[in-house]
């Protein structure tokens, strides 16, 4: 999101769904008095809204970043007339960071399941999201993400790889609780494959694996190798 933010003409919006789903999941995350408090969580209205809003102006791109698991209980509709990136992360690498915030997180939570049925489904209906793998990018930020937007016509500027340290205005209510790192990043850090996977999530992480692995076959692969040679 803080990369596409940083293309001229490209609004941002920061997980639309979020109060829906606590309200339809009941989850109990951090915050999550203040976000339904904050925000419309009738998602399928908040979608209607967006969709019509960027119909009536068509000056700049729309990015909406969602979580797989927000997208429940609501017409998906829109999703047919979107283009639609699934971002991944190794569950071996995702799941130590997740379980700080939510330490009994279970499949659903990682929203590795959902991102495989959204996605099969939109494949079946014609069709071409594009799965990003978190360390295919850190790789290679440029690389992969020249052929990102080559898929989504839209121009790539090196602008896209760097941002200012700090909130943004786009951020949810959840930020404080969500976005400590990001907010201290000032761009994608160089990937540092994490050691020592704690004992107690590996029966998550068997959960997790298949899923991923599902989806890291249709992921972008950095090409870094084949530009250095």
Known sequence: MYSFA?????????????????RVSGANHPGCHEITAAMNCDGDAVMQDLLLQQVEDRSHVLFM????????????????STNNIFLI?????????????LPHASLSDTGLQRQWELYSELTASGQHPVVLDSRELLLNPEDVLRQLTLHLNIEFTSGMLAWKAGARDEDGVW??????????STGFAPYEAKANFPDHLRPLLDDCTPWYKKLYEQ????????LDK
């Open 6 to 22: 940083e293309l001229p003409g490209v609004r941002v919006i920061d997980e639309p769904l979020y109060g829906h789903y606590l």
């Open 65 to 80: 970043k969602h979580m797989a698991h927000h997208l429940t209980e609501l017409d998906l509709g829109f999703l047919r």
């Open 89 to 101: 992360r190794d569950p071996r690498e995702m799941l130590p960071s997740l379980t700080i915030q």
């Open 175 to 184: 930020a404080p609780h969500w976005y400590r790192a990001v907010h201290r």
């Open 219 to 226: 992921a972008l692969r950095n090409n870094a190798e084949t």
